[in-house]
């Protein structure tokens, strides 16, 4: 077993919270096949020392010496038992996200998607970010239609955006909208003065996005593997991008099926630039790089 760093070690701790537990192959097949079932995130046998890292502040905070008696805590019927699901499965997500990720698909949204909605009559575009993470997309949405709608006056009277993930903890990063400043860095400087506010302390830099930008988007907690979604009024623009290689094709497949019963006939999805969709005789057709236009009813 690995010792810590002894600058990292406090004398008033006892032994055992000095060392890396190991989870055994087990205990990691306990926890891999709840994750599988409760969130469709795959978990082979390579993630084995990425959930044993990810856990371990847990057994620290939590005083258990092993990983056995935090299993027998976590899935206990213990009243808190349901709060450490909740946190394990946040640890366990993977949320990597930036502002405006995958670009070419925010310049197809306002050279084709929204002029078309426009022509079609609609007003009050409804967009739903899903998998939405810690909210550089929602935002990033909420900044492309602002964009639009100053380049095209009239043409919408507003939007709303429904942002959803699993994680409570991404979810509350989301609704702070607080980003270290190297994060919007690299957006066009008329982009950065026009929707974020920089801290003022030196010690302290970051970006905020502005409340012109926030309070268009509705924060929810939603699981992909819930049996319906029952999102409703229907949407014009489903991003759901860089959530299902994660899950293996069959669940992808369903997850896909689901959103598209969410979506109005004519909307737009959008898949992440490595994921497509086999099969499942959908009524989707390909309008760009994984950007699907909903072709009838289901
Ligand atoms: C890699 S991030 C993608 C964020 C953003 N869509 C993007 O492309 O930048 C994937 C997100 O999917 C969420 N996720 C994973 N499994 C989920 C599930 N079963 N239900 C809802 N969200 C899930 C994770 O919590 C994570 O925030």
Redesign the pocket.
Known sequence: MNRLPASSASPTLSAGLYTQQQLTQAQFKRISSFMEKT???KMPDSKRTMIQSRLANRLKVLHFNDYAQYIDYVFSTSDTANDEIVMMIDLL??????FF??KPHFDFMTSTVLPHLAECGITCPQIW??????G??PYTLSIVMKEFMAANRGVFTDYSILA????TR?LSKAVDAIYPLESVEKLPYDIKHKYFLKSKNPDKPYAKVKNEVRNKIHFDR????DISFNIRPKKHII?????LI??DKPTQLEVIRKLVDCLEVGGFLFL?HSETIFGGNLPLRTVSTTVFQKTKEC
Do not use: K, P, Q, W
């Open positions: 969130t469709g995130i997500t993977t949320n990597l996200t930036h990720r995958e970010s899903a998998g939405c993470s810690s550089e997309e959803t993930d699993i994680s991404i939603l699981n992909f593997m991003f759901c991008r860089n959530v994660y899950f992440g």
